[in-house]
């Protein structure tokens, strides 16, 4: 392991790479900071353009956008008191009233310092224990596999806790989805309507760019906000100038808060908004100097907030890079833009392609570093982008979205594939439906009947298949999982209905 | 439209496309069936529950007289259909049309139509711009084939 990430050092640091993570920092920081746009719309739009790149380049810029935009969000929560992703929403709380307070530079310093340090501790826990957990993986037999995918569909429970049912819906048409086109074992065509296109299934990316973009920008262009940012705002955030000091200020916060971060990412569905106010409660109740001040404009709320939701971005790629199972809606894009490239999660992809993963490990810790830099010096700049008008705005995703799923195969199809999903993802989300179960069923259900059909081959039936999955210790552990998934989030939403009653 | 009756609409859609699904599924081959029905036989049974939950929560609103909760608010509905219209043009223009004209005049339309705030010249100029970093991202660096449509521009 050790002589691959010295090697992977040496691949990382080209300069087409850091380039890439210069550029793909940024552009992560502004998709952030615009409200309304969301980590897994970037990375989503993305992927056909890192799908024309060499890999290891390509994987990076996945990896700098998803942590850049995670931090970004973070920028228009502190300057207009609107999360710019979810995540982020625990920090407007505390860092908007530090702006009202005219410390609107102290606060963006502290979200980016802290998004730092929760961001290497994801980094550092993502080089050494995705390893270990892929060996594990080399356990796993089709049975396993299957469940797995099982497993990873029960993060619905923890996505749509609100509405289950509903996200259950969204999953089994996911799963109906991915069922298009040639069965993985006898070759048969299922609901292809007769056309040649649907024969190899449903493009995976177009699907993807079309469920999480197209409904953004119908919403941006129907809700006719316009965002703005007061010059005062502005001028304020240039006044003082950062000292190194502040890099170190609440060692203890950003420890215990990326940990938690880290932790929660690797939960599967457990996500980004839940590590921070986990973050801020560890804070107030065990670290802060000023615990009062939670909730007031408080400047260690805003570290913990910030340290707990970066620390998701590396957690939540260990299950995914390891067994396969998105941790959440941008690791499950994130794997769909690996498969695109031929790569499939589990222990291979730490052996035979550790010359292409470990590169990417590497790269997303070097992504902490400039994003420390970009966001030190260039918060002022990135702040004014969210004065970017929202037409030139909508427009802008709209042509890149067409562009970017006409370039996956040069194919008009995939464009109305694109448009298709978009209008599907925009009436579902009009009815109260996530778009996450359908892209995580539609991502795992290939993967869960792969290793369903190889498992029946084995065993001689699917009901065979089911049964031997009760003498396997790995599949009992993960029907264990799958229950606790299942029941935990339901209960806990139980709970606290019943709190908030009293 | 009230939201429990979109919602009711919803799950009819959600039955019939899993029932039509369940229907289709029984005419594949035997290999193909179990795993392919159990997928359609859980979404039709789900989507049956949600159908029953939506006809009771629209009885109990039109009983207690529930006021309505817009999704989309008042007299924008139509921007729904002009954004996702115009999108689609703009999806088969860039097909026929190729990449450049087709690029310039959406972004040039479509962006004055919803807001005329900023200057005339702005929206061209925008359009020109996104079509040299289409040109230099997908064109040169990533060596994509952009359409040239049927003027061969490009």
């Known amino acids: 392991m050790i002589e691959n990430i010295l090697l992977a050092f040496q691949a990382a640091f080209t300069p087409l790479n850091i380039l890439v993570v210069i550029a793909g920092t940024a552009l992560g920081i502004v998709i952030g900071a615009l409200p309304g746009l969301s980590a897994s719309m970037g990375v989503a739009v993305l992927i056909p353009i890192t799908y024309g790149m060499d890999t290891v380049p390509g994987l990076i810029m996945l990896g700098a956008v998803y942590c850049g935009a995670t931090y970004g969000g973070s920028i228009s929560a502190v300057l207009l008191n609107t999360p710019g992703t979810p995540g982020s929403a625990a920090t407007a709380q505390d860092g908007h009233r530090m702006t009202q307070k005219g410390l609107a530079r102290e606060a963006l310093t502290e979200s980016v310092v802290a998004s730092f340090w929760g961001g290497l501790a994801s980094s550092i826990a993502l080089l050494f224990l995705a390893p270990l957990l892929a060996k594990f993986s080399l356990k796993f037999g089709p049975q ?14 923890s996505l749509c806790s609100k509405d289950l049912l509903k996200g259950v819906i969204g999953g089994f048409l996911g799963l109906l989805l991915a069922c298009v086109g040639l069965d993985p074992v006898h070759g048969d065509t299922r609901f292809t309507f007769g056309t040649l296109y649907l024969t190899s299934g449903v493009a995976l990316i177009p699907a993807l760019i079309g469920l999480y973009s197209i409904p953004q920008v119908i919403n941006m262009v129907v809700s006719n906000e316009k965002h703005i940012v007061s010059d005062d705002m502005l001028n304020s955030i240039g006044k003082n100038k950062f000292r190194f000091k502040e890099i170190f200020q609440y060692p203890r916060i950003y420890l215990d808060s990326s940990i ?8 599967p569905g457990a996500g980004a908004t839940i590590a921070s106010f986990l973050a801020i409660d560890h804070s107030k109740k065990h670290l802060a100097k ?3 001040e939670f909730g007031k404009g408080s400047r260690e709320a805003v570290a913990a907030s910030e340290a707990g939701n970066n620390g998701v971005t590396g957690g939540a790629l260990i299950p995914m890079l390891t067994l396969g199972v998105p941790g959440n809606a941008v690791s499950a894009i994130m794997m769909g833009g690996l498969m695109i490239k031929g790569l499939y999660p589990g222990s291979e992809l730490f052996t035979k392609q550790a010359g292409i ?13 400039f994003m420390l830099i970009e966001g030190l010096f260039g918060a002022k700049w990135f702040a004014k982008i969210v004065k970017l008008p929202s037409n030139f705005l909508a427009v802008g995703i709209v042509v890149l979205t067409t562009v970017g799923a006409f370039a996956m195969a040069n194919n008009i199809y995939d464009v109305i594939c694109m448009f298709v999903f978009g209008i599907l993802g925009y009436l579902l989300n009009k009815i109260g439906f996530d778009s996450t179960p359908i892209v995580l069923g539609l991502i795992l259900g290939s ?6 059909a190889q498992a029946s081959t084995i065993t001689g039936g ?3 298949a089911f049964l031997s999955m009760l003498s396997r210790p790995v599949c009992l552990a993960l029907i264990a999982l799958s229950v606790l998934s299942l029941v935990f989030p339901v209960v806990q939403n139980k709970l606290r209905a019943r709190k908030q009653k009293k | 439209m009230n939201k429990n009756k979109k919602e009711l609409i919803g799950a009819l859609c959600f039955v019939a496309l899993f029932g039509y699904m369940t229907l ?8 193909v069936k179990p795993y392919t029905f159990t997928i359609v036989l859980g979404g039709l049974l789900f989507s049956l529950l949600y159908l029953v939950r939506s006809a009771v929560a629209l009885m ?12 989309v608010p008042s007299g924008r509905l139509k921007w729904v259909f002009i954004t996702f219209g115009c999108a689609i043009l703009y999806g088969l223009a860039f097909y026929y049309l190729g990449y450049i004209i087709s690029t310039v005049l959406y972004v040039t339309l479509f962006a004055y139509l919803v807001d005329k705030d900023a200057k005339k010249w702005v929206y061209p100029l925008v359009g020109v711009v996104l079509v040299v970093f289409l040109y230099f991202v997908f064109g040169r660096f990533l060596n994509v084939m952009l359409p040239k449509g049927i003027l061969n521009i490009g």
């Not at chain 1, 938690?260 to 939960?267: A, E, P």
């Open chain 1, 144 to 157: 396993e596999k299957a469940m797995l995918g099982i497993f990873g569909l029960t993060i619905i429970a």
């Open chain 2, 60 to 71: 109990k609103a039109n009983k207690a007289e529930v006021a309505e909760e817009k999704t």
């Open chain 1, 462 to 464: 699917y009901g065979n």
């Open chain 1, 290 to 292: 000023e615990p009062e």
């Open chain 1, 357 to 369: 993963v470990y590169p990417f490990i590497i790269g997303f810790l070097l992504v902490q570093f």
């Open chain 1, 447 to 452: 993967i869960m009947e792969q290793g369903l």
């Open chain 1, 260 to 267: 938690i971060g880290v932790l929660v990412g690797i939960l």
């Open chain 2, 24 to 31: 289709l599924t029984s005419r594949l081959n035997a290999g």
